[in-house]
């Protein structure tokens, strides 16, 4: 398939031709005749290229624009009219349109200007990707990275900001599963209301149900007045449920009727309120196994499960412990007010080759220990915890030090090392003992974070 195509206009006529000859060319096309059809269209769904006529009855295509751009904001858009002159082309390409189609078109005319206006946008993205080193993802916590394993996440996370779906984060305790969703949060339609997170594992089972759906005067012994629950105060925003897999199955059952029919019944009334959430949940789980041994239901598995993000634990993408290890320095430095700039090399490969079992949690924790220990403004390996700067051997017989990825890695980092001191640090001398390309020995000075 060549792509989807959201088909805006008026003209019956010219969308069915239009359609045919963009089916014939592999294209998946949807039709819309009007403004609010197509905001249900692109509320609903993902669309790689939005054809879009300017002269439209009620909402015109200049006014619709800017709204489609806001819901797809990584999707060009082409627009189309019979009245084009330049200045029109102009204020279209100023308001985000991708390109200009003046009627009448020939097919092949509309096919290359599709094809023209999806190739600029990957090529634009994939720039982008190759530009940056550090995603910050907008909100109060940014998420740092460099790894395509993270990028790949977060290249989701956009996408499903966008729309009301329901996401599911799963991943390890530690990996950043809260900062991901409020990162969702803050780039949705819904940023500017309540970002509103709960632990269903952190709060008794018996005042579970009233925290989250709240409670009338006189529900229960000590219900002396009535009380929103969590579940509204994020009416219009939306609800971060973590640690999904604790919730106990009666109020599975109540959590499903939120999301089947948008409504919330607090304890102890008998009127339901319409509710508008954006439900954010994860879990360290494996809900598959949950529901298969009965302990959680299967149709609230698969109402949660619409977009999955799963994130890798830290030991998969050692790329972004470097960046990370800075980004927290920057805070202890703010938050404690000592003057640490940095680690050594030594320090650095230890913390590169660890593997981090905590994840991301227990590398801040490290930094900020080692903050508040060392006595200079550098960090080296007498500032790191035992379990750090004396992992296993490798070659020990434990069952964790049979990883080949991390026995390859540590040799590697070891290796490239000892090359830079026979060289006094010249990466092309360097490069030549280790008998690889200069190029190749860059690449991994940088994916290892090695520092000369």
Known sequence: MEGRILLIDDDEALRESLQLVLAAEGY?????????????????????????????PGVDGMELLPRLRQHLP???????????????ALEAMNRGAADYLAKPFQPSEAIFTLRKARERERLRRANELLQR???????????????????????????AAAFKSTVLVTGESGTGKEVLARSIHAQSPRRSEAFVAINCGAIPENLLESELFGHAKGA????????????????????FLDEIGELPTPLQVKLLRVLQEEEVRPVGE???RTVDVRLIAATARDLEVEVREGRFREDLFYRLDVVRLTVPPLRERPKDVPLLLDHFLARCRENLGKPVEGVTDEALERLVAYPWPGNVRELQNVVERAV???????????????NVVSPPEVGGAGPGNLNLKRARRVA?????????RETDGNRTHAARLLEISHRALLYKLKEYGIRD
Do not use: H
């Open 220 to 239: 229960f012994t000590g219900a002396i007045r009535a009380r929103r629950g969590l579940v509204q105060e994020a009416d219009r925003g939306t609800l």
């Open 28 to 56: 998946e096309v949807t039709g819309a005749e009007d403004a609010g059809v197509a905001l249900e269209k692109v509320e609903a769904c993902s669309y790689d290229v939005i054809l879009c006529d300017l002269r439209m």
């Open 74 to 88: 990584q999707t060009p858009v082409v627009m189309m009219s019979a009245y084009g002159t330049q200045e029109l």
């Open 372 to 386: 508040i220990l060392t006595n200079g403004n550098t960090i080296g390996l007498g500032d790191l915890p035992g």
């Open 270 to 272: 008998t009127k339901a």
């Open 133 to 159: 080193d550090v995603i910050r993802a907008v909100g109060e916590r940014p998420i740092v990275a460099t790894s395509e394993a993270m990028i790949e996440v977060l290249e989701m996370t956009e996408r």
């Open 412 to 420: 590697e980092i070891d290796v490239i090392r000892r090359a830079l």
